[in-house]
């Protein structure tokens, strides 16, 4: 089994910096992709940013690119979001996941594990 653990989410000003963090313990050994997602109230779970483990390979929606940052710490089994310039609209409950696949994935349904997901609350 597989545990993802979110950490980090809060309130901060329009303009801010927030970072999130998801620890990954278990049956790790298997997982090659890890993604962020998030939902805001009254919308669908949208794809925010995507990375492997080694870090070699990264991708953004377009809404977040510029202003967001995912790494990966192989040895921590930790991957980080680094938001920037936040915005209102960045407000969401944020969600970790984990992919055994070896290529990036925007989709849902390509996702095998998941966090309970840390709340992210932007002010103007």
């Known amino acids: 089994q597989v545990q993802l653990v979110e950490s980090g989410g809060g309130l901060v000003q329009a303009g801010g910096s927030l970072r999130l963090s998801c620890a990954a313990s278990?049956?790790?050994?298997?997982?090659?992709?890890m993604g962020w997602f998030r939902q805001a109230p009254g919308k669908e779970r949208e794809f925010v940013a995507a990375?492997?483990?080694?870090?070699?390979?990264?991708y953004y929606a377009d809404s977040v690119k510029g202003r967001f940052a995912i790494s990966s710490d192989n040895a921590k089994k930790t991957v980080y979001l680094q938001m920037n310039s936040l915005k209102p609209e960045d407000t969401a409950v944020y969600y970790c996941?984990?992919?055994?696949?070896?290529?990036?994935?925007?989709?849902?349904?390509?996702?095998?594990?998941w966090g309970q997901g840390t709340q992210v609350t932007v002010s103007s």
């Open positions: 996941a984990a992919a055994t696949q070896f290529s990036l994935s925007v989709s849902l349904n390509e996702y095998d594990y």
């Open positions: 278990g049956r790790t050994f298997g997982l090659y992709v």
């Open positions: 990375i492997n483990w080694s870090g070699s390979s990264t």
